[in-house]
């Protein structure tokens, strides 16, 4: 078990079913991310909260809707998915600090297949 | 702009083999970080190594080692009598000064057949 915790792991969902992911971490924290990872593409980066405040959004449709109600927790709510949506979507924490970077520690991810 | 590139999309070696993952990037920041990340059939990617760009000293760390060379803009790693667990995706990434933003390559998948 990492210090970044993802559910659930796997998720099958219909085109007009709302559901949520959840990312925790245990690690204290200051920053957490989502990303997309698709067959055959890079990792791309969706979201990124930095003291719980959103800092970017990276061109993510609205279907896509992320909740950070503390440094700890990190939601992603999904609403009207796309089959190409189908993805692992993985969730990262990290502590952020001026002038260094050490990388991000990432969860187990969720398996997402929308049908 | 910054970019990682991986120009290996899939290596297959035997067990005991050596074998060397390549890793390109471009920055304009004279200040920046490298990482490289195993990302394993579970999913979740695992943290190997981070290099900052004024530590050009290679590293080993038992079967692995990491050769960080500035004048090419490679970071490329290794691993010695590679083994079947090594068997993975693996991934390089960038992040520039004073963002936290990690920008990761498309990966190189390692097979090692016993």
């Known amino acids: 078990e990492t210090g970044v915790t993802q559910t659930p792991r796997h998720l099958v969902m219909g085109m007009t079913n709302k559901k949520s992911l959840k990312c925790e971490q245990h690690l204290g924290h200051n920053a957490m991310y989502w990303y997309k990872q698709s067959a055959k593409k890079p990792l791309e980066l969706m979201f990124v909260y930095n003291f719980k405040e959103q800092t970017e959004n990276n061109s993510v449709p609205s279907r896509f809707s992320p909740e950070c109600p503390n440094s700890s927790h990190l939601f992603l709510h999904l609403h009207t998915l796309q089959p190409e949506d189908s993805a692992l979507y993985l969730c990262?924490?990290?502590?952020?600090?001026?002038?260094?970077?050490?990388?991000?520690?990432f969860g187990s991810g969720t398996r997402l297949t929308v049908v | 702009a910054q970019k990682v590139t991986q120009a290996q999309t899939e290596i297959s070696v035997v067990e005991k083999e050596d074998v060397t993952l390549d890793c390109v990037y471009e920055?304009?920041?004279?200040?920046?970080?490298l990482f490289w990340y195993k990302q394993p059939p579970s999913g979740e990617l695992v943290f190997l190594i981070r290099?900052?760009?004024?530590?050009?000293q290679n590293e080993i760390s038992g079967r692995y080692s990491w050769n960080f060379q500035k004048s090419t803009s490679s970071f490329n790693f290794t691993i010695t009598a590679s083994q079947v667990v090594d068997s993975a995706v693996y991934f390089c990434?960038?992040?520039?000064?004073?963002?936290?933003?990690?920008?990761f390559g498309t990966g190189t998948r390692l097979q090692v057949f016993p």
């Open positions: 920055t304009r920041d004279t200040t920046y970080y």
């Open positions: 990434a960038l992040s520039e000064d004073n963002t936290d933003k990690l920008i």
């Open positions: 290099r900052n760009s004024f530590d050009e």
């Open positions: 990262a924490s990290s502590q952020v600090e001026v002038q260094s970077n050490y990388g991000y520690t």
